[in-house]
């Protein structure tokens, strides 16, 4: 037999000669986000007693009357959890101090079937923790809220499991990726559990009820503990479980996620028992291994779900062995809702579907799902039905403005502009460039006559950048295939347009660097002239390139204009830091009021778009990462889109000045590819607005009439 190391923890190691005094546990929970900032509503849990409590409004939770033993303590927080593996309580207080939480990470990667079966109904988690997702249809996964460290990471759907352990390395706020292969489990497999499951008071004791629940149908595989607290349960099928202790007068104890590999012994933790009057207070889901008393979210409690882990809101059970054909194998793969897609790879197999709309990528397609997209709200009261939005925010899906972004053919590598006009209906995309070549970091600005797109576009790789510009509402009718024609050639790399008060402001490259030009439209075919910045002395040391201009009106003759400046080439201490700026139009050409907002070292400030009132939302780089933050003209500065992945090129749409809401359009390759996203910048609700092969992002917004 084989242990299994990940899950094997001391027990309490010591002799009960008279029934243990309960202990209090208590601490205080800080934010990695800085210094003595605290974690209120924090869920944490003394997982092997089944105990939760939550922090209050200066960190501090307190657990009361907790038995004695070894338990792990995990708290969740938003992107912010801890684990504490060794919390040991004896009678009196353990008081475990300051605890600062770590931001969390992601896995993600792709389930492939050994077969060639749909991925559709796999589950997949981290083995002995409460994190668990479902694969989409093609085997795509991102499990989120994974505390840092060497996880165990499982997945199984009916009838199959993993091929070998899988272990993932989480680091706080990045994406470890792990691809997965499922074959389906040998007839007659089984493996043996075994543990100890103790009373809180009088502790070790005959007959404390243990059983393995099978996820998929809920069988029970069951035994009592010894005098000694030990049990055993021998023969239990290879597969995906949950493990659950109960005694009467005593709270139910739990653990999730366990694999029981074929011919291999798992040994689970200790888990003890509180009374059933613990001074801790009994909270929704504190017996639930998971924490949640609706795994799947599909509307159904686990207690009444004849699939309790992967979604099916109409339970439908063919056969009637209380087994709901969600979760069940040998189930008529044939065609029953006459839809040309087989059952066992249809997302909705009682429902004609035959194009497998999916707006949020979980198991169920929409023409089933009663949550098209996962919001907790349900689709007859979404105001945003395709759109995931807790705050049932309509403007998120019924812009006040529209965006053109750049997307790459993955067959030619040709980079191309589009067009996307977002509706509660869902999106509508238009493509206006067909031309060969890369087109992108794109601008609108609307005048008297038409809405102009400005962008930069080079035909073939040898070639200079360009400024170009076409017509939004003629390529809408006709896409533009010659851009040649509708771009200026001024012998060096033109790049990043962008427009404010009539004039279009670019970046020059200047042979080894980079200066900001400004230029009006009717003088476009000269090139403009050179911006001068008054080199006040918050310049640190003489400035090398300037770049990413970005600027807003704010009214008559005046705009604030953002930029970069490369202070030295050299000192990475220096490069790229986000200055401020004004103008008065008509041009001077002369730039006064800097504003700086230097960096630390390693930290690269890049493009940015004008935020909120008084407020700039920068991409900052950082190592092999990209966050975007916004900063105040104070200088303080917040995280807005932090999580690991490279999220660039951000383009705010201001919704009410007053309130500071508005949508965050930016790209980002959370998912393995980049792609364009809209944050609700009110809510925080994200929703991504492309998936495809190739590159896609530089989103800019569209001012309509």
Same mark, same amino acid.
């Given at each position: 037999?084989?242990?299994?190391?990940?899950?094997?923890?001391?027990?309490?190691?010591?002799?009960?000669?008279?029934?243990?005094?309960?202990?209090?546990?208590?601490?205080?929970?800080?934010?990695?986000?800085?210094?003595?900032?605290?974690?209120?509503?924090?869920?944490?849990?003394?997982?092997?007693?089944?105990?939760?409590?939550?922090?209050?409004?200066?960190?501090?939770?307190?657990?009361?009357?907790?038995?004695?033993?070894?338990?792990?303590?995990?708290?969740?927080?938003?992107?912010?959890?801890?684990?504490?593996?060794?919390?040991?309580?004896?009678?009196?207080?353990?008081?475990?101090?300051?605890?600062?939480?770590?931001?969390?990470?992601?896995?993600?990667?792709?389930?492939?079937?050994?077969?060639?079966?749909?991925? $559709?109904?796999?589950?997949?988690?981290?083995?002995?923790?409460?994190?668990?997702?479902?694969?989409?249809?093609?085997?795509?996964?991102?499990?989120?809220?994974?505390?840092?460290?060497?996880?165990?990471?499982?997945?199984?759907?009916?009838?199959?499991?993993?091929?070998?352990?899988?272990?993932?390395?989480?680091?706080?706020?990045?994406?470890?990726?792990?691809?997965?292969?499922?074959?389906?489990?040998?007839?007659?497999?089984?493996?043996?559990?075994?543990?100890?499951?103790?009373?809180?008071?009088?502790?070790?004791?005959?007959?404390?009820? #243990?059983?393995?629940?099978?996820?998929?149908?809920?069988?029970?595989?069951?035994?009592?503990?010894?005098?000694?607290?030990?049990?055993?349960?021998?023969?239990?099928?290879?597969?995906?479980?949950?493990?659950?202790?109960?005694?009467?007068?005593?709270?139910?104890?739990?653990?999730?996620?366990?694999?029981?590999?074929?011919?291999?012994?798992?040994?689970?933790?200790?888990?003890?028992?509180?009374?059933?009057?613990?001074?801790?207070?009994?909270?929704?889901?504190?017996?639930?291994?998971?924490?949640?008393?609706?795994?799947?979210?599909?509307?159904?409690?686990?207690?009444?779900?004849?699939?309790?882990?992967?979604?099916?809101?109409?339970?439908?059970?063919?056969?009637?062995?209380?087994?709901?054909?969600?979760?069940?194998?040998?189930?008529?793969?044939?065609?029953?809702?006459?839809?040309?897609?087989?059952?066992?790879?249809?997302?909705?197999?009682?429902?004609?579907?035959?194009?497998?709309?999916?707006?949020?990528?979980?198991?169920?397609?929409?023409?089933?799902?009663?949550?098209?997209?996962?919001?907790?709200?349900?689709?007859?009261?979404?105001?945003?039905?395709?759109?995931?939005?807790?705050?049932?925010?309509?403007?998120?899906?019924?812009?006040?403005?529209?965006?053109?972004?750049?997307?790459?053919?993955?067959?030619?590598?040709?980079?191309?502009?589009?067009?996307?006009?977002?509706?509660?209906?869902?999106?509508?995309?238009?493509?206006?460039?067909?031309?060969?070549?890369?087109?992108?970091?794109?601008?609108?600005?609307?005048?008297?006559?038409?809405?102009?797109?400005?962008?930069?576009?080079?035909?073939?790789?040898?070639?200079?950048?360009?400024?170009?510009?076409?017509?939004?509402?003629?390529?809408?009718?006709?896409?533009?295939?010659?851009?040649?024609?509708?771009?200026?050639?001024?012998?060096?790399?033109?790049?990043?347009?962008?427009?404010?008060?009539?004039?279009?402001?670019?970046?020059?490259?200047?042979?080894?660097?980079?200066?900001?030009?400004?230029?009006?439209?009717?003088?476009?075919?000269?090139?403009?002239?050179?911006?001068?910045?008054?080199?006040?002395?918050?310049?640190?040391?003489?400035?090398?390139?300037?770049?990413?201009?970005?600027?807003?009106?704010?009214?008559?003759?005046?705009?604030?204009?953002?930029?970069?400046?490369?202070?030295?080439?050299?000192?990475?201490?220096?490069?790229?830091?986000?200055?401020?700026?004004?103008?008065?139009?008509?041009?001077?050409?002369?730039?006064?009021?800097?504003?700086?907002?230097?960096?630390?070292?390693? #930290?690269?400030?890049?493009?940015?778009?004008?935020?909120?009132?008084?407020?700039?939302?920068?991409?900052?780089?950082?190592?092999?990462?990209?966050?975007?933050?916004?900063?105040?003209?104070?200088?303080?500065?917040?995280?807005?889109?932090?999580?690991?992945?490279?999220?660039?090129?951000?383009?705010? $749409?201001?919704?009410?000045?007053?309130?500071?809401?508005?949508?965050?359009?930016?790209?980002?390759?959370?998912?393995?590819?980049?792609?364009?996203?809209?944050?609700?910048?009110?809510?925080?609700?994200?929703?991504?607005?492309?998936?495809?092969?190739?590159?896609?992002?530089?989103?800019?917004?569209?001012?309509?009439?």
């Amino acid at each position: 037999m084989i242990l299994i190391a990940a899950l094997v923890f001391s027990g309490c190691g010591r002799e009960f000669d008279k029934p243990p005094q309960p202990g209090v546990v208590l601490g205080t929970l800080l934010t990695s986000q800085g210094p003595d900032i605290p974690a209120p509503d924090a869920r944490v849990r003394l997982v092997e007693c089944g105990l939760s409590v939550t922090s209050d409004a200066s960190g501090r939770f307190q657990f009361d009357e907790v038995p004695q033993g070894d338990f792990s303590l995990r708290v969740e927080s938003g992107e912010h959890v801890h684990e504490l593996l060794d919390v040991v309580v004896r009678e009196g207080v353990r008081d475990l101090g300051t605890i600062e939480l770590t931001r969390s990470g992601w896995v993600t990667g792709n389930v492939t079937i050994q077969d060639g079966g749909t991925a $559709l109904n796999t589950v997949v988690y981290i083995v002995g923790d409460n994190q668990l997702t479902h694969a989409a249809h093609e085997g795509s996964y991102s499990l989120d809220g994974v505390p840092p460290g060497l996880r165990g990471v499982g997945a199984a759907r009916p009838g199959y499991m993993l091929s070998s352990r899988v272990e993932a390395e989480v680091l706080p706020g990045e994406i470890a990726r792990e691809n997965l292969t499922l074959v389906p489990i040998p007839a007659g497999a089984v493996g043996n559990v075994s543990g100890m499951a103790i009373l809180g008071n009088p502790g070790p004791e005959a007959g404390v009820l #243990v059983a393995l629940v099978e996820r998929f149908s809920s069988t029970r595989y069951t035994g009592v503990t010894d005098k000694n607290g030990r049990f055993e349960i021998p023969d239990v099928p290879a597969g995906y479980y949950e493990f659950m202790a109960s005694h009467q007068g005593y709270r139910t104890v739990g653990l999730p996620n366990l694999e029981v590999r074929p011919d291999q012994e798992l040994t689970l933790p200790t888990v003890i028992l509180p009374p059933q009057d613990s001074g801790t207070p009994s909270r929704p889901g504190d017996s639930d291994p998971n924490g949640n008393l609706d795994d799947d979210g599909d509307g159904r409690p686990d207690t009444g779900d004849n699939c309790p882990v992967i979604p099916n809101p109409s339970q439908e059970d063919s056969d009637a062995d209380g087994v709901g054909n969600a979760c069940e194998t040998g189930i008529n793969p044939n065609d029953t809702d006459g839809d040309y897609v087989p059952s066992n790879r249809d997302n909705c197999p009682d429902a004609f579907n035959p194009y497998q709309e999916n707006h949020d990528d979980d198991p169920l397609g929409d023409a089933c799902d009663p949550d098209d997209d996962n919001d907790g709200i349900l689709d007859d009261l979404d105001t945003c039905q395709y759109i995931a939005d807790p705050n049932n925010n309509p403007e998120l899906c019924n812009w006040a403005s529209q965006l053109v972004y750049s997307g790459q053919d993955p067959q030619t590598g040709d980079i191309h502009l589009y067009h996307l006009a977002m509706k509660p209906q869902g999106q509508r995309v238009t493509q206006l460039t067909t031309a060969k070549g890369q087109a992108w970091g794109a601008w609108a600005m609307r005048d008297a006559v038409t809405t102009w797109v400005y962008f930069h576009y080079r035909d073939h790789d040898l070639d200079h950048f360009k400024i170009c510009r076409i017509d939004l509402n003629q390529a809408l009718e006709l896409p533009v295939e010659d851009l040649q024609s509708h771009c200026f050639n001024w012998g060096y790399d033109a790049m990043n347009p962008a427009v404010c008060g009539g004039v279009i402001f670019y970046d020059w490259f200047m042979g080894d660097h980079w200066i900001i030009r400004g230029v009006e439209p009717a003088e476009l075919s000269m090139g403009g002239k050179n911006l001068q910045f008054q080199n006040q002395p918050m310049f640190p040391r003489t400035t090398f390139s300037y770049r990413y201009a970005s600027c807003r009106e704010t009214g008559g003759v005046n705009i604030e204009f953002g930029f970069d400046v490369d202070c030295n080439r050299i000192s990475a201490a220096l490069d790229w830091d986000f200055w401020t700026g004004h103008f008065t139009i008509p041009i001077n050409w002369w730039l006064t009021s800097n504003m700086p907002f230097l960096a630390e070292e390693g #930290v690269h400030d890049l493009r940015s778009t004008p935020g909120p009132p008084g407020s700039w939302i920068i991409e900052r780089e950082v190592g092999d990462r990209a966050d975007i933050v916004m900063q105040d003209m104070q200088g303080s500065w917040q995280k807005i889109v932090a999580d690991g992945s490279l999220n660039r090129e951000p383009a705010f $749409l201001s919704l009410n000045a007053e309130m500071g809401t508005g949508l965050l359009a930016y790209q980002s390759d959370l998912r393995g590819s980049f792609d364009v996203y809209v944050r609700d910048f009110g809510s925080s609700s994200v929703m991504r607005i492309t998936e495809g092969e190739g590159w896609e992002g530089s989103p800019a917004w569209v001012p309509l009439p």
